[in-house]
C-alpha cells in the first residue's frame, strides 16, 4: 500500500485549498484515514478522520473548517479547508492503517500567509 498526497500550496488567510490523499495497493475501505499535519518545532497532530464506522472527527482548531471525505472507488480521501488562517501553517500527512499495518503519505506543504 502506498498513499500519495497532494494539493498543498501557498494561500492567503481567508482562502481555501483541497488536499487529496490517493492510495494504491490492495485496500477495500477507506474508513480509518486520517489526516495529519506538523508545524515547525511542533508534534504532528491529527486534524481530522474517517472513523472505522465511517463518521468524521475533527480536532477541534479546525471543525467547522475543515471537511474531510472520501471516495472508495478511487481510493482517496480529500480534506477540504476553508477560512484558512496562518496556525493553520503546517506539513500535512495522511495516514491509513490496512492489514495490521501503518501507511503515511509523503507530505505536502500547507503555507496561509497574513
Known amino acids: 500500500v502506498q498513499l500519495q498526497a497532494s494539493g498543498g500550496g501557498l494561500v492567503q488567510a481567508g482562502g481555501s485549498l483541497r488536499l487529496s490523499c490517493a492510495a494504491s495497493?490492495?485496500?477495500?475501505?477507506?474508513?480509518?484515514v486520517g489526516w495529519y499535519r506538523q508545524a515547525p518545532g511542533k508534534q504532528r497532530e491529527l486534524v481530522a478522520r474517517?472513523?472505522?464506522?465511517?463518521?468524521?472527527s475533527y480536532a477541534d482548531s479546525v471543525k467547522g473548517r475543515f471537511t474531510i471525505s472520501g471516495d472508495v472507488v478511487k481510493k482517496t480521501v480529500y480534506l477540504g479547508m476553508n477560512s484558512l488562517n496562518v496556525d493553520d501553517t503546517a506539513v500535512y500527512y495522511c495516514?491509513?492503517?490496512?492489514?495490521?499495518?501503518?501507511?503515511w503519505g509523503q507530505g505536502t506543504q500547507v503555507t496561509v500567509s497574513s
Open positions: 495497493g490492495r485496500i477495500f475501505s477507506i474508513n480509518g
Open positions: 474517517i472513523t472505522a464506522g465511517g463518521s468524521r
Open positions: 495516514k491509513g492503517t490496512w492489514w495490521g499495518s501503518d501507511y
